[in-house]
């Protein structure tokens, strides 16, 4: 199991921009294809973005293309998601998650990731 510690969350008018880190404090992340999820109250968990391991390729959702970008620095054990042109219906807890056996296409399915960090709650307000 690894440890994943989401932070940089929290309250932000629409149009805002926010940025997320996932940081592994006793793990090397450079064997881990790595994605973000959220969950909104009520909704099932849904994929938001995956990286894979050099970092070189990217997959977003549909909704968020052009809007987050996803990134990872592996010299810092950390992947982020910044967060621009925010709006309310981003409105979610927004999760961590890293396996080392699957690609960053394979990623996308939220039950091929194995370790989940606990969440940062991230709200956009009208």
């Known amino acids: 199991q690894v440890e994943l510690v989401e932070s940089g969350g929290g309250l932000v008018q629409a149009g805002g921009s926010m940025r997320l880190s996932c940081a592994a404090p006793?793990?090397?992340?450079?064997?881990?294809?790595m994605a973000w999820f959220r969950q909104a109250p009520g909704r099932e968990r849904e994929f938001v973005a995956t990286?894979?391991?050099?970092?070189?390729?990217?997959y977003y959702r549909t909704s968020v293309k052009g809007r987050f970008t996803i990134s990872r620095d592996n010299t810092k054990n950390a992947m982020y998601l910044q967060m621009n042109n925010l709006r309310p219906e981003d409105t979610a807890t927004y999760y961590c998650?890293?396996?080392?056996?699957?690609?960053?296409?394979?990623?996308?399915?939220?039950?091929?990731?194995?370790?989940w960090g606990k969440g940062t709650l991230v709200t956009v307000s009208p």
């Open positions: 006793r793990r090397n992340l450079n064997y881990y294809t």
């Open positions: 990286i894979s391991r050099t970092g070189a390729s990217t």
């Open positions: 998650a890293a396996d080392s056996e699957i690609t960053e296409v394979q990623a996308m399915d939220v039950s091929a990731l194995s370790n």
